[in-house]
């Protein structure tokens, strides 16, 4: 069973900082891109961030400079640290997968049930 569960979600100020992370289970991890994706209320899903299995990163321009995504592939686990956050960044982040299942060699697409970030007006 794959499993992509985020967690670090939570209330802050403008200007404050959250860390996300995205832990994984039944997904070749170290053979998988990963991304952070957001949807705000009202608005479509975007993609916020993503990095490739070998740690090239890419961010969408309205958080560059502020966002560092990362991965532990002993772990299996990607994270999101968000710096200087702004009432614009309020939205449910997603943790998004596309890799092989353990015991396969087909790339599919994983999402996790998302985490809750809220920046204060």
């Known amino acids: 069973q794959v499993q992509l569960v985020e967690s670090g979600g939570g209330i802050v100020q403008p200007g404050g900082s959250l860390r996300l992370s995205c832990a994984t289970s039944?997904?070749?991890?170290?053979?998988?891109?990963m991304a952070w994706y957001r949807q705000a209320p009202g608005k479509l899903r975007e993609l916020v961030a993503s990095?490739?299995?070998?740690?090239?990163?890419d961010y969408v321009d309205v958080v560059q400079g502020r966002f560092g995504v990362s991965r532990d592939n002993v772990k299996r686990t990607m994270y999101l640290q968000m710096n200087n956050l702004t009432p614009e960044d309020t939205a449910v982040y997603f943790c998004?997968?596309?890799?092989?299942?353990?015991?396969?060699?087909?790339?599919?697409?994983?999402w996790g049930q998302g985490t809750q970030v809220t920046v204060l007006a």
């Open positions: 039944g997904i070749r991890f170290i053979a998988s891109d």
């Open positions: 990095i490739t299995t070998d740690g090239t990163t």
């Open positions: 998004n997968a596309k890799g092989p299942r353990y015991g396969r060699s087909n790339i599919q697409t994983f």
